[in-house]
């Protein structure tokens, strides 16, 4: 069965610095991969996602994600925050065409906190 | 805004009570799918129609059934309302298969 695992649940970053989230997924065919973030109060927003070819993804907002299928991670970063990117973000898989392509399934989350 | 509407926003209801949940995908988006997002179960896949039909099931339970209607807009239906219902249920639209999925604002229901 596919998993998706976020190790941290909480991670504080000063304003300026660069913010790494984890990502690590459990699939046995090729996932469609996936970082949703979820301000307060806010429905989810799709920053980037993954299907095939280039594995540095760019996303919007100065996302970046990088897949590496040798250690089935897919880990989130942004060189330089800011307080508005304080929010909790997902990493979702989905199976493709052979698993209705929208059925996601989320990690836990990762709850950023945005400190001066 | 991402073009899906949800209704209502809140809602509060007792045990055992049954409420209907409303989404309206964005235009020409065909698929909806309905997620359940709680403190202890987190963001689970409830179900996913494609232009009126069902196409997935997650973990939905007996108790809850959805539909999608001509006009695409779609409904999920809670019954015998339980305390552990109480979350925030989204709504997500997509046009096909490699497009973004689109999540409503989410309705937040509270079961007492």
């Known amino acids: 069965a596919q998993s998706v695992t976020q190790p941290d649940i909480h991670i504080t970053v000063s304003e300026g610095a660069s913010l790494e989230l984890r990502c690590n997924y459990s699939y046995g065919a090729t996932p469609y991969l996936f970082w949703y973030v979820q301000s307060p109060g806010q429905g989810l927003q799709l920053l980037l996602k993954?299907?095939?070819?280039?594995?540095l993804v760019q996303g919007i907002k100065g996302f970046e994600a990088e897949f590496k299928r040798s250690q089935s991670s897919f880990n989130l970063r942004k060189p330089s925050v800011h307080w508005s990117d304080a929010a909790e973000y997902f990493c979702?898989?989905?199976?493709?065409?052979?698993?209705?392509?929208?059925?996601?399934?989320f990690g836990a989350g990762t709850q950023v906190v945005v400190t001066p | 805004d991402s073009g899906v509407t949800q209704t209502p926003k809140h809602l509060i209801t007792a045990t055992g009570q049954r409420v209907t949940l409303r989404c309206s995908p964005r235009s020409g988006d065909l698929s909806v799918y309905w997620y359940q997002q709680s403190l202890d179960q987190g963001l689970q896949f409830l179900i996913h129609y494609y232009n009126g039909e069902e196409r997935a099931k997650g973990n939905i339970l007996e108790r809850f059934s959805a539909q999608q209607f001509p006009d695409l807009h779609s409904e999920l239906n809670l019954s015998s309302l339980e305390l552990g219902d109480s979350a925030l249920y989204f709504c997500?639209?997509?046009?096909?298969?490699?497009?973004?999925?689109?999540f409503g604002p989410g309705t937040r229901l509270t079961v007492l």
């Open positions: 993954y299907f095939s070819g280039d594995t």
């Open positions: 997500a639209s997509q046009a096909s298969g490699l497009d973004t999925q689109y």
């Open positions: 979702a898989v989905s199976g493709g065409p052979t698993d209705s392509w929208g059925k996601l399934q």
